[in-house]
């Protein structure tokens, strides 16, 4: 557990600044991909670094809300800089939505970017699991084995590296996804089934998950996940192959150089 | 379930001086829900947040909630200098030796634990200076554990 970096002097918030190198990591990497399909990557980067101050603001605007009655005698210290008065939720729905807006008003909601946003979304959700490892959340049941770590007063598994390795993989698949034809929308379903089966996986060593009638909440919900993801991928791969059977003896490249005219917004 | 410094956890328990000569401990404190601050004179985000823990503590005394300030290694002149210049009205006790440190992990400072009447951490809060509202949110959230 690393709660905090001494750098200089300075006490840096381990978990934080792993959830933040995961962020920009992954937003490098989708403007990256889009490059690379001739779509305009500085605008999904854009969307993906605008939806993050949307989302701090919309989280701070939340607590504060939720808390008006401490914060009504002293409002300007609502803009005090602090990571602990953010409430999630609220964070999350600004930041979504403001850069569903982004990307709508500049036209880039097209069927093919959540596939060109997953690779980034899993290096996020690498950051998140490095950033629970330093905080010591999402801890493993006890375990004797030669790789547990100790971790609140026990040997436990190592469930969050588990999931960083996990992730890894995933990562890794989706890559060599993007580099093969694939009808819209394929990269991103395979990435959430895999990324839901990784839960079901990981979340049966952790020891702070809730349970109900002794099944893992998560893990339920988990195979829910994977299995809808799974169908849809296979009816999005089935619809593909008899539109390829239609159009047989058109040869069309893996990688189109242009942006696809026939890619109608969602 | 054992005692840690994880949220959901009961605190640990640990008996330290005060600057008095009395003595004080953290199991003592069930049945209020406790403002645990780590802090040290040569601080300045401590020092920046003492007067809103001051504050607190006054308004929230009456309804169970108490702020204990845990000073990190520092000798007694030194924090009873340091509490009249800050006119501190909450408890501090001395962790001398850096026992208290070692056993909540403060590995920065200031560090404070939210423990709600029954002895469990519900909240930690890493660096500071933290403003009056903050502490009130967490001490409100605290009360209704």
Redesign the interface.
Known sequence: ????L?VFGL?I?APLLAIMVGFMLGLWLTARLANERNLNGNLLFDAGFYGLLAGVIGARIG?VF??F???A??PL??L?P?I??LQPEAGWFCGVVFAVIFLWRNKMLRRDVPDIMMPGVVIFATGLALGAFFN?DA?GIPAQLPWSIYL???WRHPVQLYELAGLVLILAALLIMMHRRLPAGAVVLAGIALVACLRVFVDGFRA?VATVFGLRVTQLAGVVIAVTALWLLGERLSTDSSGSTAQAGVDEPALPKKADPGSSPL | MQASTRIGAPAPDITLGTPDGKTISVASLKGRAVVLNFWASWCPPCRAEMAALNQVDRDYRARGVMVLGINQMESAPVAAAFMREQQLQFTVALDTDGQATRLYRVSALPTTYFIDKTGVIRDIIYGGPMTRPLIESKVTALLSH
Request: aromatic share 14%.
């Open positions: 557990m690393l709660p905090t001494r006490s918030q607590y939720l808390n009655q401490a914060y005698r002293e210290s609502a005090m602090s602990t008065a010591g801890f609140w007063g026990e702070d």
